[in-house]
């Protein structure tokens, strides 16, 4: 659970910017959870896949009973924002400016992907000792 605020909110603004903060940790616990049912299968991150977590995370029924109405709308793509549905793999490129849903799930294959090359590379390094001592080293 979270420490409160060192004081408490004065403005209209600070509770809103409180209540979006809430809402988007809310919302990647969410994604992260659902991108990791797929990255726990190897499914690779595909465009059409992307739209699926989007959907799932923007219906979770938790989420929308956490949150009231205007604050789920601010987490909604909008419709004029459209991207590829197709299998191909997921490539933003350079861009930086990606709506919330598929940034946290981008962001937890980014994190398994690391996380992946990081055991690769500890396996190597036990696997270089291993054979050293073989040989006597």
């Given at each position: 659970?979270?420490?409160?605020?060192?004081?408490?909110?004065?403005?209209?603004?600070?509770?809103?910017a409180?209540?979006f903060?809430?809402?988007?940790r809310?919302?990647?616990?969410?994604?992260?959870s659902i991108?990791?049912?797929y990255?726990?299968?190897?499914?690779?991150?595909?465009?059409?896949?992307?739209?699926?977590?989007?959907?799932?995370a923007?219906?979770?029924l938790?989420?929308?009973?956490?949150?009231?109405?205007?604050?789920?709308?601010?987490?909604q793509?909008?419709?004029?924002?459209?991207?590829?549905?197709?299998?191909e793999t997921?490539?933003?490129?350079?861009?930086?400016?990606?709506?919330?849903?598929?940034?946290?799930?981008?962001s937890?294959?980014e994190?398994?992907?690391?996380?992946?090359?990081?055991?690769?590379?500890?396996a190597?390094?036990?696997?270089?000792?291993?054979?050293?001592?073989?040989?006597?080293?």
């Amino acid at each position: 659970m979270p420490l409160p605020p060192a004081h408490p909110p004065q403005s209209e603004q600070e509770l809103a910017a409180l209540r979006f903060q809430a809402a988007a940790r809310d919302l990647e616990h969410i994604v992260r959870s659902i991108a990791q049912r797929y990255i726990a299968q190897h499914v690779p991150l595909t465009w059409r896949l992307l739209h699926a977590v989007e959907a799932e995370a923007l219906a979770d029924l938790g989420f929308a009973s956490r949150h009231d109405a205007i604050m789920l709308g601010l987490f909604q793509r909008p419709d004029d924002l459209a991207f590829p549905e197709t299998d191909e793999t997921v490539d933003f490129g350079q861009s930086n400016a990606l709506p919330a849903v598929f940034a946290f799930a981008v962001s937890a294959y980014e994190r398994a992907a690391q996380s992946a090359e990081a055991a690769r590379q500890q396996a190597r390094r036990h696997e270089a000792v291993k054979r050293m001592r073989a040989w006597g080293g």
